[in-house]
């Protein structure tokens, strides 16, 4: 037996490398075929049912999401009604107004409850109903022969809202009368109490109806792209809404998935039939089939032609790679040939060529790393210096009793500090508003009988966080341009407040102005978000693009001017709070 083993292992280790490639194609091939084919039929039948599955719980989750966002614009124009003001002071004291009040009020409210109709295209009634018994509704069919108090009296909600054991409530589907006698309209209901926003006293409730044909258009045709069937259910495991067709029977088989909403607690289900994977299943089986038979007849093909030609390229490229472990790199092998071979000579070729650049490139990447690290050095060690500089002036100056200098030198230093500021892009107004009062001191030293200026800002305002350097380019503009013309002393005025949650910043002077033509020009190069060539729309164009890009779609930029009289630059923006840099907000400017 040995001695067979001998032989056959002699026989092989003697025979042309040729003959060995095909008893090794005839011999091996159709062995790992057969096993490849399998795993493919098997991984591929499970990244279909992975691709399915995610696909479909993305799917699902994107559905709870739309109704989720859907809910939530409920609820914010709910929101904006049951809070405000007039009508909470209505709910509360409707006993003091007088008859003529009293039908003020009301019509206040249902246009307050129309807009939410007209608003939403799948609102359908909204009513509000006081806790003295005061109601206040519309509806699609305008009806006014109803009592909603009495009507809502009956709902599951009532009891739980009136009392006050939850605030809000999200109904499942169900029919309503309110609308017809005979309504077949399926209606989904939002409830929200109403308390008083000073005492928490209760004052009513607000009840808004939706069309539950909203839920069609939140699933769309999801259903067709998934090949399934899509189910939403209520809290209570209810029917809502299904694609599933009433005479369709049983399904057999299906992939079932469910995601519950956290907000509304509704749970989107979606089943695939198991029939929808067969087709696929078996098209992969024919296609692997097809495939490893032609391989296999490619593979003896192939093993005849390669093996004949396979061996000195083989040698060259094993004497090539000895030379460059001995450190050779000017080893070219020749690839004078398309086949696998060439190629792979032609890609050792440039291998070696990828590893000679790569030497040099590595010790000029390190001359450069230690280059780069001395300049960030540098540029750490250059603003020290200059601050150090500048105290080392101011304080010769105090010494020599030039305070005058000292106070140029001091507000010079904090100008520089701000500018040379890399860290802190976004800074306090209160910050931004020391900077214009120190630069308006440099100015006002260089020509005292030009102007004065007056910086007023609340404390609420100062926190606010805008753009470094947003207002200098305006306070720069009103100087160079507004007080070119010497006539008078000219005053220069920066506001800033916080009102109904927006930061409104106002620059104004009383300078010469600007023509309708030149206003018209400025504001023109604003709505194109791009400078027409001038230097106060460069400016002004600069501060417009940072604060947008900060701010987004919230902000705006307003110019009013007139020649003789002055000019007047108003910051719009949501007020945004923040830590930012730390500052001085004592309000002194």
């Known amino acids: 037996m040995k001695n067979m083993r001998g032989r056959f292992r002699r026989f092989w280790s003697d025979m042309c490398l040729e003959r060995k490639l095909l008893v090794s194609y005839i011999l091996f091939a159709v062995i790992p075929i057969l096993v490849i084919g399998s795993v493919i039929c098997r991984v591929s039948f499970k990244i279909i049912m992975r691709q399915t ?20 614009n409920i609820e914010r124009q709910a929101y904006v009604v049951y809070t405000e003001p007039e009508i909470q002071d209505i709910l509360e004291h409707s006993d003091r107004y007088t008859f003529s009040q009293l039908q003020d009020g009301k019509e206040m409210i249902h246009k307050r409850l129309i807009g939410m109709w007209v608003t939403e295209k799948y609102i359908v009634g909204s009513y509000l109903c006081g806790a003295e018994g005061n109601s206040y509704y519309t509806n699609i069919n305008e009806r006014n022969d109803i009592d909603p108090a009495q009507v809502f009296s009956g709902e599951s909600w009532y009891a739980t809202i009136t009392e006050g054991a939850r605030k809000g409530v999200l109904t499942g589907v169900h029919r309503d009368d309110k609308y017809s006698d005979s309504s077949s309209l399926q209606l989904i209901s939002y409830v929200h109490a109403v308390n008083s926003i000073g005492t928490g006293k209760y004052l009513g409730f607000l009840v808004i109806d939706i069309d539950a044909r909203v839920l069609g258009e939140i699933v769309g045709n999801r259903a067709e792209n998934l090949g399934g069937y899509i189910t939403i259910l209520d809290d209570r495991n209810n029917v809502m809404y299904t694609t599933l067709p009433e005479e369709t029977g049983r399904l057999g088989q299906v992939i079932c998935m469910e995601h519950v909403s956290p907000k509304t607690g509704w749970t989107v289900r979606t089943e695939i039939p198991w029939s929808q994977f067969a087709k696929e299943i078996v098209n992969i089986m024919l296609l692997t089939a097809v495939v490893g038979a032609w391989c296999f007849l490619v593979f003896i093909w192939l093993s005849r032609k390669i093996s ?30 398309d086949d696998e071979i060439g190629r792979l000579a032609g890609s050792f070729n440039h291998m070696v060529s990828n590893i000679k650049d790569l030497i040099e490139k590595v010790y000029l990447t390190q001359l450069g790393k230690k280059e780069a690290e001395f300049n960030a050095l540098q540029s750490q060690i250059n603003p020290h210096f200059m601050y150090n500089t500048l105290e080392t002036v101011n304080m010769m100056a105090i010494l020599d009793g030039s305070y005058e200098i000292s106070d140029i030198l001091t507000a010079f230093g904090k100008i520089l500090r701000v500018n040379l500021d890399q860290k802190h892009n976004i800074i306090p107004l209160g910050r931004e508003l020391e900077y214009i009062k120190n630069y308006l001191m440099i100015v006002q030293i260089r020509d005292p009988e030009l102007f004065t200026f007056e910086l007023n800002a609340q404390p609420e305002a100062e926190k606010c966080l805008i753009p470094k350097l947003t207002l200098q380019p305006i306070v720069e503009n009103s100087i160079l341009h507004g007080f070119k013309e010497k006539m008078s002393r000219r005053r220069l005025t920066v506001n800033a407040a916080v009102e109904h949650g927006r930061l409104v910043i106002t620059v104004e002077d009383d300078g010469k102005g600007m023509t309708g033509e030149k206003l018209e020009y400025v504001r023109q190069s604003l709505e194109l978000e791009e400078s027409l060539g001038r230097s106060a729309s460069i400016g002004l164009n600069n501060v417009s693009e940072r604060c947008q890009l900060y701010f987004g779609e919230n902000f705006s930029m307003e110019i009013h001017s007139r020649r003789g009289t002055g000019t007047r630059v108003t910051l719009n923006a949501t007020a945004i709070y923040g830590e930012g840099e730390q500052h001085d907000t004592s309000g002194h400017y």
């Open 53 to 72: 599955r995610q696909y479909a719980d993305m799917m699902i989750e994107r559905i709870n999401n739309d109704a989720d966002d859907f809910v939530e």
């Open 308 to 337: 004949r030609n396979i061996g000195a390229p083989i040698r060259d490229l094993q004497t090539a790679m000895a030379r460059v472990e001995e450190g050779d790199m000017e080893v070219v092998v020749r690839a004078d040939r």
